[in-house]
T-cell receptor, first 113, second 115 residues
Framework: AQSVSQHNHHVILSEAASLELGCNYS??????LFWYVQYPGQHLQLLLK??????LVKGIKGFEAEFIKSKFSFNLRKPSVQWSDTAEYFC???????????FGPGTRLSVLP | EAQVTQNPRYLITVTGKKLTVTCSQN?????MSWYRQDPGLGLRQIYY???????DKGDVPEGYKVSRKEKRNFPLILESPSPNQTSLYFC??????????????FGPGTRLTVL
């Protein structure tokens, strides 16, 4: 069965600091990978996705993620965070031709003004 | 406006009283899914549906039922709710569940409390 782990439960940064959130998955086949963001009191929104091709994908709001197949990783990065990035971030995986989605437990990001 | 809607948004009920949470999407999506979100556990898939009349269990299906009689609707049924089903529930849909179509769009969530 697939599983997704996220390295950090809670990350606290000051504005303008750089961000990297770790995500590792376990699945032997080809996968689709996603990062979703959930702002306080809101539903999940897609930040970025990887299906194939360039392993460095760019998403909305200055976020990017790099798929490293050999490490089964899909880490999320942002060079300079803002207070408005305070949210919970979820990594998710689904098999390339699959049907079920598996989400990681989430990482809460707090950005201090 | 393209969206996924859920009703009710908030529900407090008692153990054993059957309830239904509705989910509807207006994007003609084939794939629909239900998740529950619990602190520290992220989102866990309850049931999903590849298309009309096609449903399958996710990771945590016990205590839940679903149906997909129409493409746009995917209700979640709790026949006999228990306190361990107190959670935040999200419905989601996507164009398909294969390759390029798998981006999911989420509803606003239903916060359920079972006393």
């Amino acid at each position: 069965a697939q599983s997704v782990s996220q390295h950090n439960h809670h990350v606290i940064l000051s504005e303008a600091a750089s961000l990297e959130l770790g995500c590792n998955y376990s699945y032997g086949g080809t996968v689709n990978l996603f990062w979703y963001v959930q702002y306080p009191g809101q539903h999940l929104q897609l930040l970025l996705k990887y299906f194939s091709g360039d392993p460095l994908v760019k998403g909305i709001k200055g976020f990017e993620a790099e798929f490293i197949k050999s490490k089964f990783s899909f880490n999320l990065r942002k060079p300079s965070v803002q207070w408005s990035d305070t949210a919970e971030y979820f990594c998710a995986v689904t098999p390339h031709y699959g049907q079920n989605f598996v989400f990681g437990p989430g990482t809460r990001l707090s950005v201090l003004p | 406006e393209a969206q996924v809607t859920q009703n009710p948004r908030y529900l407090i009920t008692v153990t054993g009283k059957k309830l239904t949470v509705t989910c509807s999407q207006n994007m003609n999506h084939e794939y629909m899914s239900w998740y529950r979100q619990d602190p520290g556990l992220g989102l866990r898939q309850i049931y999903y549906s590849m298309n009309v009349e096609v449903t399958d269990k996710g990771d945590v299906p016990e205590g839940y039922k679903v149906s997909r009689k129409e493409k746009r609707n995917f209700p979640l049924i709790l026949e006999s709710p228990s306190p361990n089903q107190t959670s935040l529930y999200f419905c989601a849909s996507s164009f398909s569940a294969t390759a390029s179509g798998t981006e999911q769009f989420f509803g606003p969530g239903t916060r359920l409390t079972v006393l």
